[in-house]
């Protein structure tokens, strides 16, 4: 079944304006539709009534992904949450669905936004130029979803060395500016290419 929309829920506006700028090269040719919250708290609390609310006029064509950063969850555990807010709403998700009928995609971004950041190192120097070549190569760096003591705090550092951001990152800003410039098929952080490949699939492109 082919899909013919995607809608899209997410934590914080910087997540948005990153997929904004990423959605249309990975599924150029189905439309959607990004809805952003202020926090992991509001959406986590919302999500159950906004569900039940799609349970209602959802068609089968249509897809909605759920984007949550895991924080200081443990990741099976918030996973389980999500799936069960779609299953007492009455939607089916892609984890327990047979084939392409399911509802709903739960994702989870492994450790914030600015791993994905670290995963294409390259879309980071084509917008903020300044920044070290060889941060992925540093011991900290190698693997973008193991980043140790707080991954936006790490970027905020780097940039912050190469004179960018020294009142605090802007996280819009870095969202879309590394947005313009990320190749989704070039980042190695897995939690990012698990949500790439399922989006993926979605557009028919997998």
């Not at 069960?84 to 084939?99: D, M, N, P, W």
Request: charged fraction near 25%; proline fraction near 5%; glycine fraction near 6%.
């Amino acid at each position: 079944m082919s899909v013919t929309y995607v809608d899209i829920i997410v934590e914080e506006p910087s997540m948005e304006a990153l997929l904004r700028a990423l959605l249309p090269r990975l599924i150029p040719d189905v439309p959607f539709s990004i809805y952003s919250f202020q926090g992991k708290d509001e959406l986590l609390e919302r999500l159950p009534d906004r569900l039940r609310g799609y349970a209602h006029w959802l068609p089968e064509n249509h897809r909605v992904v759920v984007i949550v950063d895991r924080d200081d969850d443990d990741c099976l555990v918030l996973k389980a949450r999500l799936e069960a807010y779609a299953q007492a709403a009455g939607l089916s998700t892609r984890s327990h669905a047979s084939g392409d009928r399911f509802s709903v995609i739960n994702r989870i971004a492994i450790e914030e936004l600015e791993a994905w950041y670290f995963g294409d190192w390259e879309a980071v120097r084509a917008a903020f130029p300044r920044v070290a070549a060889t941060i992925p190569q540093q011991r900290s760096f190698r693997n973008p979803d193991s980043v140790v003591g707080g991954t936006w705090e790490a970027f905020e550092r780097v940039l912050q060395r190469a004179g960018y951001f020294k009142t605090g990152l802007r996280k819009l800003e870095v969202a879309r500016s590394i947005g313009l410039q990320m190749d989704p098929m070039r980042n190695v952080s897995h939690s990012f290419c698990v949500l790439r490949d399922a989006i993926l699939e979605l557009g028919g492109r997998l």
